[in-house]
């Protein structure tokens, strides 16, 4: 399988998860909230148009890192076998432990650093306030805002050894997982950086930087918890 190959169905399987994940979180957050915090059908409409300029941007992740597995730069490895199942534990929590800790700072460094904010992350905070963010909204950033986020997956091949199937189900997962944490719920999933967590950001934009997990905005003092099931910004 050449890198070429894999540009098409990365945009499909982002495309399919993202519509399933939101239309499912939709239903759940119009039964569980009512209607006012769905966001407009023209809100909507901006999220995907934005994606949609964004994720062929970020399909050239995969892609790049799919020729540099194939040409033996990484330390990706095909078979668990060839590890074996102990060390294949420990390089996962390895992996899993160097994406969010360099994504989180990536994150953060996107707000901190203010022509960075300005010109590339911006954008995604147009949709600040519960009534405009949704799953939808999770891929609604500027092509290069999206590559720095997503990078960390690709770098973590150069340096940790890595499962390839592993790896590409992480960046499947990803995909649903960033779809999961705009839809304005708080699941109190512990210790998830799930939708209660993550619409805080949106509003302070001083916390929560975290992919999967709260840890990393634990351990750097940035966590904000929500106060209540239903995190109300209007």
Avoid at 32 to 39: F, L, R
Avoid at 53 to 60: F, I
Wanted: glycine letters at 6%; charged letters at 15%; proline letters at 5%.
């Amino acid at each position: 399988m050449s890198g070429e190959s894999s540009f098409t169905p990365l945009l499909d399987f982002y495309g399919v998860s993202t519509f399933i994940t939101s239309n499912g979180m939709f239903i759940f957050a119009e039964w569980d909230h009512g209607n006012d915090v769905i966001p407009s059908m023209k809100t909507k409409v901006l999220h995907i148009r934005d994606s949609m300029k964004c994720l062929p941007w970020l399909a050239t992740l995969p892609t790049f890192s799919e020729y540099a597995v194939e040409n033996g730069w990484t330390k990706c490895f095909p078979r668990i076998s060839d590890v074996g199942l102990f060390a294949y534990f420990l390089y996962t929590i390895a992996y899993i432990v160097f994406v969010e800790l360099v994504t989180c700072w990536i994150h953060r460094k996107l707000h901190d650093i203010k022509p960075l904010y300005k010109y590339l992350h911006a954008q995604h905070h147009n949709y600040n306030k519960q009534h405009e963010i949704s799953p939808l909204a999770g891929m609604a950033l500027h092509p290069l805002d999206r590559v720095a986020q997503g990078a960390p997956h690709t770098m973590a091949l150069f340096l940790v050894p890595t499962h390839l199937t592993t790896h590409l189900t992480f960046v499947f997962l990803g995909a649903i997982w960033t779809a999961n944490i705009h839809d304005c719920i708080d699941e109190k999933l512990w210790p998830l950086m799930e939708g209660g967590y993550h619409i805080i950001h949106h509003s302070s934009n001083r916390h929560n930087y975290g992919l999967y997990t709260i840890w990393m905005d634990w351990m750097f003092g940035t966590l904000s918890h929500p106060v209540s099931r239903a995190t109300n910004l209007n």
